[in-house]
Protein backbone atom coordinates (compact mmCIF):
# COMPACT_ATOMS: atom_id res chain seq x y z
CA UNK A 1 0.00 0.00 0.00
CA UNK A 2 1.75 3.25 -1.07
CA UNK A 3 2.22 5.66 1.71
CA UNK A 4 1.54 9.44 1.81
CA UNK A 5 2.95 11.60 4.30
CA UNK A 6 2.38 15.38 4.76
CA UNK A 7 4.58 18.30 3.87
CA UNK A 8 5.95 20.98 5.80
CA UNK A 9 6.84 24.18 5.33
CA UNK A 10 9.10 25.51 8.24
CA UNK A 11 7.94 28.46 9.28
CA UNK A 12 7.18 30.50 6.00
CA UNK A 13 4.02 32.69 5.79
CA UNK A 14 1.38 31.81 3.80
CA UNK A 15 1.65 35.51 2.22
CA UNK A 16 3.69 38.43 3.49
CA UNK A 17 0.50 39.41 5.16
CA UNK A 18 1.00 36.74 7.81
CA UNK A 19 2.90 37.22 10.25
CA UNK A 20 4.18 33.25 11.54
CA UNK A 21 3.01 32.57 15.59
CA UNK A 22 4.72 29.57 16.92
CA UNK A 23 2.24 27.67 18.99
CA UNK A 24 3.01 25.03 21.58
CA UNK A 25 0.11 22.19 21.05
CA UNK A 26 -2.96 22.75 19.73
CA UNK A 27 -4.98 25.60 20.50
CA UNK A 28 -7.66 27.90 18.74
CA UNK A 29 -5.92 28.68 15.87
CA UNK A 30 -9.15 29.99 14.34
CA UNK A 31 -8.52 32.76 16.53
CA UNK A 32 -4.89 33.43 15.46
CA UNK A 33 -5.25 33.24 11.50
CA UNK A 34 -8.59 35.62 12.25
CA UNK A 35 -5.65 38.15 13.91
CA UNK A 36 -3.56 37.75 10.65
CA UNK A 37 -1.24 35.51 12.14
CA UNK A 38 -0.24 31.95 10.73
CA UNK A 39 0.43 29.41 13.17
CA UNK A 40 3.21 26.58 12.99
CA UNK A 41 3.10 24.12 15.55
CA UNK A 42 6.65 24.01 16.94
CA UNK A 43 5.91 20.12 18.06
CA UNK A 44 5.60 19.15 14.20
CA UNK A 45 8.83 21.56 12.98
CA UNK A 46 10.81 19.34 15.52
CA UNK A 47 9.64 16.00 14.56
CA UNK A 48 10.36 16.79 11.23
CA UNK A 49 13.38 17.84 11.30
CA UNK A 50 15.95 15.58 9.53
CA UNK A 51 17.84 15.94 12.97
CA UNK A 52 15.88 16.22 15.61
CA UNK A 53 19.06 15.33 18.23
CA UNK A 54 20.55 18.90 17.21
CA UNK A 55 17.44 20.57 18.69
CA UNK A 56 17.59 18.92 22.09
CA UNK A 57 21.10 20.01 21.88
CA UNK A 58 20.64 23.55 21.72
CA UNK A 59 18.28 23.32 24.61
CA UNK A 60 20.48 21.58 26.78
CA UNK A 61 23.62 23.62 26.01
CA UNK A 62 21.23 26.37 27.12
CA UNK A 63 20.57 24.58 30.53
CA UNK A 64 17.48 22.34 29.99
CA UNK A 65 18.30 19.44 32.45
CA UNK A 66 18.53 16.00 30.70
CA UNK A 67 15.52 15.10 32.72
CA UNK A 68 13.18 17.52 30.60
CA UNK A 69 10.63 15.95 28.36
CA UNK A 70 12.33 15.78 24.65
CA UNK A 71 8.99 17.88 23.21
CA UNK A 72 9.91 20.99 25.55
CA UNK A 73 13.66 20.91 24.39
CA UNK A 74 12.78 20.29 20.93
CA UNK A 75 10.28 22.99 21.03
CA UNK A 76 12.84 25.46 22.32
CA UNK A 77 15.56 24.43 20.02
CA UNK A 78 12.69 25.46 17.07
CA UNK A 79 12.35 28.48 18.57
CA UNK A 80 16.01 29.54 18.85
CA UNK A 81 17.27 27.88 15.36
CA UNK A 82 14.60 29.37 13.30
CA UNK A 83 14.44 32.83 14.86
CA UNK A 84 11.04 32.81 15.89
CA UNK A 85 10.13 35.63 17.95
CA UNK A 86 6.65 35.68 18.71
CA UNK A 87 4.62 32.60 20.48
CA UNK A 88 1.54 31.36 21.91
CA UNK A 89 1.80 29.16 24.88
CA UNK A 90 -0.57 27.15 26.91
CA UNK A 91 -0.24 27.66 30.38
CA UNK A 92 -3.74 25.62 31.22
CA UNK A 93 -4.88 22.46 29.78
CA UNK A 94 -1.37 21.00 28.09
CA UNK A 95 1.71 20.71 29.90
CA UNK A 96 3.52 22.29 33.46
CA UNK A 97 6.56 22.40 31.83
CA UNK A 98 5.33 25.09 28.76
CA UNK A 99 5.31 27.67 31.95
CA UNK A 100 8.76 27.33 32.37
CA UNK A 101 9.15 27.21 29.04
CA UNK A 102 7.41 30.12 28.18
CA UNK A 103 9.33 32.71 30.88
CA UNK A 104 12.69 30.93 29.37
CA UNK A 105 11.61 32.22 25.93
CA UNK A 106 10.94 35.85 27.49
CA UNK A 107 14.22 35.88 28.81
CA UNK A 108 15.37 35.27 25.14
CA UNK A 109 13.49 38.25 24.28
CA UNK A 110 10.70 36.74 22.45
CA UNK A 111 7.32 37.57 22.43
CA UNK A 112 5.47 34.45 24.68
CA UNK A 113 1.14 35.13 24.44
CA UNK A 114 -0.33 33.18 27.43
CA UNK A 115 -3.42 31.11 26.53
CA UNK A 116 -5.45 29.01 29.09
CA UNK A 117 -7.71 26.58 28.32
CA UNK A 118 -10.77 26.79 31.36
CA UNK A 119 -10.34 23.85 34.11
CA UNK A 120 -13.41 23.03 32.65
CA UNK A 121 -14.92 22.25 29.19
CA UNK A 122 -17.62 25.24 30.40
CA UNK A 123 -18.51 26.57 27.26
CA UNK A 124 -19.17 30.19 28.96
CA UNK A 125 -16.01 29.97 29.81
CA UNK A 126 -14.29 28.90 26.77
CA UNK A 127 -15.92 31.72 25.30
CA UNK A 128 -14.12 34.37 27.31
CA UNK A 129 -11.16 32.41 27.63
CA UNK A 130 -11.09 33.31 23.36
CA UNK A 131 -12.36 36.56 24.01
CA UNK A 132 -9.21 37.33 26.23
CA UNK A 133 -7.04 35.77 23.28
CA UNK A 134 -8.83 37.52 20.83
CA UNK A 135 -8.45 41.30 22.26
CA UNK A 136 -4.88 40.45 23.14
CA UNK A 137 -4.38 39.72 19.42
CA UNK A 138 -6.38 42.47 18.04
CA UNK A 139 -9.47 40.89 16.31
CA UNK A 140 -12.63 39.36 17.42
CA UNK A 141 -14.66 35.91 18.08
CA UNK A 142 -16.94 36.71 15.51
CA UNK A 143 -13.81 37.09 12.85
CA UNK A 144 -12.51 33.80 14.44
CA UNK A 145 -15.79 32.37 14.14
CA UNK A 146 -15.78 32.99 10.42
CA UNK A 147 -12.52 31.07 10.04
CA UNK A 148 -13.96 28.29 11.71
CA UNK A 149 -16.19 27.94 8.89
CA UNK A 150 -13.49 28.56 6.48
CA UNK A 151 -11.55 25.55 7.95
CA UNK A 152 -14.52 23.56 8.25
CA UNK A 153 -13.62 21.86 4.78
CA UNK A 154 -10.33 20.66 5.98
CA UNK A 155 -11.44 18.99 9.18
CA UNK A 156 -14.27 17.17 7.60
CA UNK A 157 -12.00 15.92 5.25
CA UNK A 158 -9.51 14.76 8.07
CA UNK A 159 -12.39 13.30 9.70
CA UNK A 160 -13.20 11.44 6.19
CA UNK A 161 -9.69 9.70 6.13
CA UNK A 162 -10.19 8.68 9.83
CA UNK A 163 -13.30 6.96 8.60
CA UNK A 164 -11.51 5.20 5.13
CA UNK A 165 -8.95 3.99 8.17
CA UNK A 166 -11.30 2.41 10.49
CA UNK A 167 -14.30 1.46 8.68
CA UNK A 168 -12.85 0.81 4.69
CA UNK A 169 -9.55 -0.23 5.63
CA UNK A 170 -7.86 1.95 3.02
CA UNK A 171 -5.18 4.50 5.02
CA UNK A 172 -2.36 3.38 7.00
CA UNK A 173 -2.30 3.65 10.65
CA UNK A 174 0.56 6.16 9.74
CA UNK A 175 -0.84 8.24 7.09
CA UNK A 176 -3.87 8.52 9.58
CA UNK A 177 -1.72 9.93 12.35
CA UNK A 178 0.29 12.15 10.28
CA UNK A 179 -2.49 13.81 8.78
CA UNK A 180 -4.50 14.21 11.87
CA UNK A 181 -1.93 15.23 13.82
CA UNK A 182 -1.18 17.85 11.22
CA UNK A 183 -4.70 19.18 11.76
CA UNK A 184 -3.27 21.67 14.75
CA UNK A 185 -1.93 23.78 12.01
CA UNK A 186 -2.73 22.13 8.77
CA UNK A 187 0.92 22.61 7.85
CA UNK A 188 0.77 26.24 7.98
CA UNK A 189 -1.24 26.28 4.80
CA UNK A 190 -5.08 25.65 5.00
CA UNK A 191 -5.71 25.77 1.22
CA UNK A 192 -2.55 23.25 0.25
CA UNK A 193 -3.53 20.92 3.05
CA UNK A 194 -7.11 20.63 2.05
CA UNK A 195 -5.93 20.21 -1.54
CA UNK A 196 -3.29 17.31 -0.91
CA UNK A 197 -5.47 15.61 1.52
CA UNK A 198 -8.52 15.47 -1.31
CA UNK A 199 -6.02 14.69 -3.77
CA UNK A 200 -5.24 11.56 -1.31
CA UNK A 201 -8.39 10.30 -0.55
CA UNK A 202 -9.38 9.90 -4.02
CA UNK A 203 -6.52 7.97 -4.50
CA UNK A 204 -7.01 6.20 -0.75
CA UNK A 205 -10.69 4.72 -2.81
CA UNK A 206 -8.73 2.95 -5.36
CA UNK A 207 -6.78 0.65 -3.02
CA UNK A 208 -7.55 -2.44 -1.72
CA UNK A 209 -8.67 -2.72 1.55
CA UNK A 210 -6.30 -4.21 4.65
CA UNK A 211 -6.93 -8.10 5.49
CA UNK A 212 -9.81 -8.31 7.47
CA UNK A 213 -8.11 -10.63 9.78
CA UNK A 214 -5.48 -8.28 10.87
CA UNK A 215 -5.47 -7.25 14.37
CA UNK A 216 -6.97 -3.59 15.22
CA UNK A 217 -5.18 -1.26 16.89
CA UNK A 218 -5.83 1.93 19.57
CA UNK A 219 -3.06 4.17 20.19
CA UNK A 220 -3.58 6.21 23.18
CA UNK A 221 -1.72 8.95 24.43
CA UNK A 222 0.81 12.44 23.19
CA UNK A 223 2.16 11.73 19.59
CA UNK A 224 4.86 9.49 19.87
CA UNK A 225 8.54 10.74 19.08
CA UNK A 226 9.34 7.60 16.86
CA UNK A 227 5.94 7.36 15.21
CA UNK A 228 7.43 6.85 11.54
CA UNK A 229 9.09 3.64 12.73
CA UNK A 230 6.15 2.21 15.15
CA UNK A 231 3.08 2.57 13.04
CA UNK A 232 5.29 0.45 9.78
CA UNK A 233 6.30 -2.34 12.66
CA UNK A 234 2.76 -3.06 14.25
CA UNK A 235 2.06 -3.08 10.35
CA UNK A 236 5.15 -5.75 9.86
CA UNK A 237 3.24 -7.85 12.15
CA UNK A 238 -0.41 -8.05 10.40
CA UNK A 239 -1.80 -5.66 12.67
CA UNK A 240 -2.69 -2.15 12.30
CA UNK A 241 -4.07 1.30 14.33
CA UNK A 242 -7.30 2.18 13.61
CA UNK A 243 -7.78 4.83 16.01
CA UNK A 244 -5.39 7.56 16.90
CA UNK A 245 -6.86 9.22 20.19
CA UNK A 246 -5.03 12.68 20.09
CA UNK A 247 -4.19 13.04 16.51
CA UNK A 248 -8.19 12.34 16.47
CA UNK A 249 -9.66 15.33 18.65
CA UNK A 250 -6.73 18.08 17.32
CA UNK A 251 -9.26 17.43 13.97
CA UNK A 252 -12.47 18.09 16.00
CA UNK A 253 -14.28 15.54 15.31
CA UNK A 254 -17.23 17.42 17.27
CA UNK A 255 -17.10 20.63 15.84
CA UNK A 256 -20.62 22.02 17.93
CA UNK A 257 -22.12 25.60 16.52
CA UNK A 258 -19.37 27.48 17.69
CA UNK A 259 -15.53 28.03 18.41
CA UNK A 260 -16.23 28.15 22.28
CA UNK A 261 -18.46 24.48 22.09
CA UNK A 262 -15.99 23.53 19.10
CA UNK A 263 -13.07 23.84 21.91
CA UNK A 264 -15.72 22.46 24.99
CA UNK A 265 -15.95 18.99 22.97
CA UNK A 266 -11.80 19.08 22.13
CA UNK A 267 -11.01 15.91 25.29
CA UNK A 268 -7.28 17.12 25.44
CA UNK A 269 -6.95 20.14 27.94
CA UNK A 270 -9.55 18.75 30.53
CA UNK A 271 -9.97 15.98 33.38
CA UNK A 272 -8.68 12.77 31.86
CA UNK A 273 -12.39 10.95 32.39
CA UNK A 274 -13.24 12.99 29.51
CA UNK A 275 -10.37 11.29 27.40
CA UNK A 276 -11.77 7.65 28.88
CA UNK A 277 -15.41 8.37 27.95
CA UNK A 278 -14.19 9.31 24.31
CA UNK A 279 -11.53 5.97 24.44
CA UNK A 280 -13.90 3.76 25.27
CA UNK A 281 -16.60 4.83 22.80
CA UNK A 282 -14.24 4.57 20.35
CA UNK A 283 -12.68 1.32 21.04
CA UNK A 284 -16.08 -0.40 20.99
CA UNK A 285 -16.88 1.32 17.59
CA UNK A 286 -13.77 0.48 15.49
CA UNK A 287 -13.75 -2.86 17.18
CA UNK A 288 -10.29 -2.84 18.67
CA UNK A 289 -8.45 -5.44 20.06
CA UNK A 290 -5.64 -3.60 22.03
CA UNK A 291 -4.27 -0.59 23.08
CA UNK A 292 -0.90 0.72 22.65
CA UNK A 293 -0.40 3.40 25.51
CA UNK A 294 2.63 5.76 24.36
CA UNK A 295 3.78 7.55 27.50
CA UNK A 296 6.87 10.48 27.15
CA UNK A 297 9.24 10.09 30.07
CA UNK A 298 9.51 12.94 32.19
CA UNK A 299 5.85 13.68 31.13
CA UNK A 300 3.30 14.09 34.00
CA UNK A 301 0.35 12.37 31.62
CA UNK A 302 2.51 9.30 31.96
CA UNK A 303 0.63 8.68 35.31
CA UNK A 304 -2.46 8.83 33.74
CA UNK A 305 -1.61 5.00 32.71
CA UNK A 306 -2.98 4.21 36.24
CA UNK A 307 -6.36 5.29 35.23
CA UNK A 308 -6.99 3.98 31.68
CA UNK A 309 -5.89 0.40 33.10
CA UNK A 310 -8.60 0.76 36.11
CA UNK A 311 -10.83 1.87 33.55
CA UNK A 312 -10.50 -0.23 30.00
CA UNK A 313 -11.09 -3.65 29.61
CA UNK A 314 -8.72 -3.91 26.26
CA UNK A 315 -4.98 -5.27 26.68
CA UNK A 316 -2.99 -2.85 26.69
CA UNK A 317 0.87 -2.14 26.38
CA UNK A 318 2.57 1.23 27.61
CA UNK A 319 5.55 1.90 25.48
CA UNK A 320 7.82 4.82 26.81
CA UNK A 321 9.80 7.06 23.97
CA UNK A 322 12.48 9.70 25.20
CA UNK A 323 14.95 11.34 22.75
CA UNK A 324 15.27 8.03 20.37
CA UNK A 325 13.80 8.57 17.42
CA UNK A 326 14.00 5.24 16.14
CA UNK A 327 12.04 1.90 17.75
CA UNK A 328 14.77 -0.43 19.75
CA UNK A 329 15.01 -3.56 19.51
CA UNK A 330 14.07 -3.43 22.76
CA UNK A 331 10.75 -1.82 21.61
CA UNK A 332 10.61 -3.77 18.88
CA UNK A 333 10.30 -6.95 20.62
CA UNK A 334 7.87 -5.91 23.35
CA UNK A 335 5.48 -4.62 20.82
CA UNK A 336 5.51 -8.21 19.12
CA UNK A 337 4.99 -9.92 22.15
CA UNK A 338 1.99 -7.91 22.99
CA UNK A 339 0.51 -8.74 19.48
CA UNK A 340 1.46 -12.17 19.79
CA UNK A 341 -0.28 -12.70 22.82
CA UNK A 342 -3.35 -10.77 20.92
CA UNK A 343 -3.23 -12.85 18.37
CA UNK A 344 -3.51 -16.08 20.10
CA UNK A 345 -6.39 -14.71 22.39
CA UNK A 346 -7.95 -12.47 19.76
CA UNK A 347 -10.72 -9.90 20.76
CA UNK A 348 -10.37 -11.01 24.06
CA UNK A 349 -11.44 -8.12 26.21
CA UNK A 350 -10.57 -9.59 29.62
CA UNK A 351 -7.04 -9.39 29.24
CA UNK A 352 -5.55 -6.05 30.72
CA UNK A 353 -1.95 -6.58 31.53
CA UNK A 354 1.12 -5.56 30.08
CA UNK A 355 3.68 -7.98 28.18
CA UNK A 356 6.88 -8.48 30.53
CA UNK A 357 9.88 -8.14 29.45
S1 LIG B 1 4.90 15.11 26.38
FE1 LIG B 1 4.15 15.74 28.39
S2 LIG B 1 5.82 16.88 29.34
FE2 LIG B 1 6.24 16.74 27.14
S3 LIG B 1 5.39 18.61 26.25
FE3 LIG B 1 3.81 17.04 26.08
S4 LIG B 1 2.56 17.26 27.93
FE4 LIG B 1 4.50 18.35 28.28
Known amino acids: ????????????????????????????????????????????????????????????????????????????????EHGIDTILCVTNGDCSNTVMLMEVLKLKGLRAIPFAYPDEPDARRMRSSLQALAESLGTTLEAADRVKDKLKSCRQLALELDRLTWQDGLVSGLENHLWLVSTSDFNQDSTRYRHQLGELLVECRKRQPYPKDWLRLAYIGVPPVYARELYPHV??????????????????????????????????PYSIFGRVKDIIREIKRRRVDGIIHYVQAFCHRGIGDIIFRNTMESPMLTLEGHDEFHLTQHLRTRVEAFLDMLSRHPRSADINQEVQQ
Not at 4 to 30: H, N, R
Not at 66 to 71: K, L, M, P, Q
Request: proline share 8%; charged share 15%.
Open 235 to 268: EDNQARVVFNEIQRQFAMPQPGDSLATQYCHYTY
Open 1 to 80: MGLYTTSYLILEPKTELMKPIGITTTVPIEVLLSAGYQPADLNNVFINDPNPERLINIAERAGFPSNCCSWIKGIYGVCM
